[in-house]
């Protein structure tokens, strides 16, 4: 049997009480840590499993609208956004179906489909959301519910262009004063854009022509109800 010193006896005994005041404790905060690491491990693989299994429908939708098969389309956005939507595939997936249930005259599906991106879409994807649905309201004339869209705060890459739709609703509206202010608001807009980004000299070149188009058209309309440049 082992003997020990008077010391080692003393550091023995020391161990015991500070064990039976604190083992439990230790104890459960290493259980504590574990289950932490094991969860956060478990979310972390169905998250990646989410966005796969994601990602193979959203395929599947993509199909589906370049073959222009509305009832596919459906089905596979409301299985997105039923099963996946917690992934960024979801509001893709809501936009995706949106513009071709437009195009195939089905107002009503695309509204609730941007309606859903409206409500649980991020940042530039919410607001392409909000402005899309204010196109197809402003086509059923429903103005006050597209100008709703289009107010509040929004992504400044954005700003011009909910500037543009604000004067085509109130151009519609008969509002001449409210859309030429609009439309002046989008121009300045306009020109502020990109004055911080940085990309490169080919990005630059294709967006520096891409917006000067998109400046003479508003300017189109800002001359057509009598604007000044």
């Avoid at 289009?150 to 859309?179: C, H, N, W």
């Avoid at 911080?196 to 189109?220: C, F, H, I, M, P």
Wanted: charged residues 25%; proline residues 0%.
């Amino acid at each position: 049997m082992a003997t020990y010193d008077l010391e080692e006896q003393e550091q023995i005994a020391e161990i015991k009480v500070w064990w039976k005041q604190y083992g439990n404790l230790l104890i459960n905060v290493l259980t504590a840590a574990s289950l932490i690491v094991i969860t956060w491990q478990g979310w972390n693989w169905y998250q990646r499993n989410q966005t796969a299994q994601a990602s193979m429908v959203f395929n599947v939708l993509q199909k589906a609208v370049q073959e222009k098969d509305s009832q596919r389309i459906k089905a596979a956005s409301g299985e997105i956004l039923e099963k996946f939507g917690g992934t960024s595939y979801a509001s893709l997936g809501a936009l995706t179906a949106a513009k071709a249930m437009v195009e195939a005259g089905e107002a009503k599906t695309a509204k609730v489909q941007l309606l859903w991106v409206v409500e649980h879409g991020k940042d530039e994807l919410r607001d392409l959301a909000r402005l899309r649905l204010a196109a197809v309201l402003l086509d059923e004339k429903a103005y006050d519910q597209a100008l709703k869209q289009l107010d509040g705060s929004v992504s400044p890459s954005f700003e011009a262009r909910f500037q543009d739709y604000r004067g085509d609703v109130f151009t519609a509206q008969g509002k001449k004063s409210e859309a030429l202010a609009a439309y002046q608001n989008a121009l300045a807009k306009l020109a502020e854009v990109g004055k911080n980004g940085k990309v490169s000299d080919l990005a630059q070149g294709w967006k520096t022509q891409s917006d000067a188009v998109y400046r003479e058209l508003v300017q189109q309309k800002l001359d057509a109800l009598g604007g000044v440049k």
